[in-house]
Structures are given as structure tokens and as C-alpha cells.
């Protein structure tokens, strides 16, 4: 009983685990690292 | 060959080191401005400008005086040169010439006249940044200075000095003295100079930037710098400084709110320090002759301020930009437009 009651208690906890990894994967998108931008002069006009 | 001109207005360079030796031929290029130089030592200036001499400390009439010599000597002629009727440029990023210079403010009012402080790359550019960045914002709650890169040997005994004493931040309020060489932050400059640790001085950009943003909260300087820079920085200098620096870079963090929006802009600048010193103080002067000539309208008042409460940095920036020092922005790293940008 005591067997069945852990691999009951374990099945659930990888359950919600994959539930919030599921979560997390949906709502972060990832995405391209950067490869562009920086520093950049500033033009005339937008000095004055 | 010195060109005679009786209607000329005169300009005084005291020290013809790295900055005042390129502030003479920057002056003397323009051909209608009779410049002296106060100095005696080695000479940073080519020697067939066309300009008089004089003995170091002589404090020659004239309508604009430069302060270019070592830390510890400005306040002095400061205080001559206002007495004599001229406005005042210092150079000077030491805190103690800063916070000297600034108690001339009652004496500069009474003579009407002008004393610009730290007329540097940085404080001084950083100044015009500071200023430059105020129109992103509503309200500005945060300046953060960083400069990397010494001038000429004064710059770097300056450097080398600072960075064992205490520096000057604002929070909230009141100002801390955070330990010389404390605080790390890894910092990007622009251009070749790029990322660099920088650490607290006894640097003068937040004493002259807190008069000019009444709302800020936080403010602090740091200076770029190495291993062995904090390590020999309590000692002598263990090796005659160069001649000149390496190119180096000054930015501004600026954070604040727009319409409600936290935001935060970079601004900085790349250029060799006694360069971009120089041609700050060059543009400052042209500002000031132009009142001498009666061609300015508005201006600074007089008084004795950095350049951050002229607020001409509409002005000035330009005016720098036309020397070749021309101000960058950091647009992050998906290149959204800087705020304000077309």
C-alpha cells in the first residue's frame, strides 16, 4: 500500500511539474538573440 | 606672427598642456580673436600660432579666460580674472578646484560676469549630455556618469589621485562618500573603448549636476579602471604618466519618466580626453565672445555653475559637433529609435 501511495504521490507531482514547465513554454516565446543595435550617432537635427 | 587687431576681443589661455595647447589652436584658427598664453613650461601648442606669450600666472586684461594649468591653481586666477572684468572657463575636473570655483558664484554675480566649471569632457560634456537627455523626460529621477580615459599628465595625476578618495552621490537627497575605487559596474562606452569596470572617485560631474535637475534622486560618477589601477592607487605614481592618453569614451545614463512611463536613455561620447575637453571649452568660449560681441541673445546669466544650468546644450553640442565630437546614443539591442527620434 505504502509502495502504490508514493508512485501515486510521485505520478502527480511529475504532473504538475509538466503542467507549469507546459506553462512556462507557451508563455515565453524564446526568440532570436540580438543582432543588431548599439550605439548610434545622434544627427544634427536632433540636437538643436 | 601675431596678427594685430585693435577691435579684436582678447582670450587669456593660462597652461598650454594637452588642453590648452589645442584650445589656442582651435581659438587662433578662427583668425579674429587676439589670444595670450600664460605659461612657461612645455608647450602642448605648435609653436608658430599666432599668439603672445606671457609668464605663467600673469593675468593679462581680457574679455574670456581659460584655465587650462593643473589642478589646484583655479580658483586663484578665477578670482583675478572676475575682479579684472573677464569671464571665467575652467577645465579643472578636480573637486576640490570644482567646489572652490562654485563659491565664486556670489563674486561672479557682483562682477556680472561668467565662470563656467568644469569645462571638460567629463564633467563637461557629460554636463551637455546630462542637459541634452532632459528633453526625453517629464521628470528626471537618476544621472549616471562614467568616463574612461585620462588626458594629458595633469589628467592623469588627477585620475590617479581621485581614485583613491571618496566620491560624491546623491540619494535621496543626501550625499554619500562611497569609498574611492568601490562600487564596480561593467559598463559599455562607445565605439572601440566598449565595456569597461568602473568604480567610484572623487569625480566633480554630480556636484555640478545637482544644481541643474532639481527633482533628481540619485546621481553618481564612476571612473573607468583597471587591476592595477586600484591596486597602485594609494601609492605614488610608480611611473611617469605618458603624454598623452588613449582614446577614451564618456556616457550619461539618464533615467526618468515620460508621461507616466519609466524610461531610461544612454547618451556618450568617444574621443581622445584632452581632445573632447578641448573643443568643449572652445565651443564655451566661442559662447561667451559672442556676448562680448554683442551677438547673443539669452545665454548663461552670471554666476558660477557647470555647464548642465546653462542649459544650452541645443547650443553647444552642435557647436562641439562642428570640431569633430559629436554625441552617440544607445538604442539597445533590438535598435529601437531613441525617444524623441524621428
Redesign the interface.
Known sequence: MIVFKMLRRAVVALGVASAIAGALRLRSGGGVPPASGGWRELHDSELR | MVAENANAPRVTIHGLGAVGGRIAEYLTRSGNIDVVAATTGASGADDDLPMRTVPAGTCVPCDVAVLAVPPGHHASLAQQHLEAGADVVSVSDAVDDITALLELDAAAKQADRRLAVGVAFSPGYTCLLSD?ANRYFDEISEIHVAKDGTGGPACARQHHAALKRQGWQLRDGSWLRPTGGSGRELLWF??AVGSADCYHSALGSPLLLEPAFADVRRLTARVAATRRDRFTSRLPMLTPPHAEGAVGAVRVEVRGHQAGIPDTVV??AIDYPARGAAIVATAVVDVLLARVRGGANGGPGPGASGLATWRM??TL??AC?TYGL???????????P?P???
Open positions: 541634452h562607445p565605439g547618451l556618450g546644450a541645443t553640442l552642435p559637433a559629436k554625441p552617440h546614443v544607445f538604442e539597445g539591442s533590438f535598435a529601437q531613441a524623441g527620434s524621428s
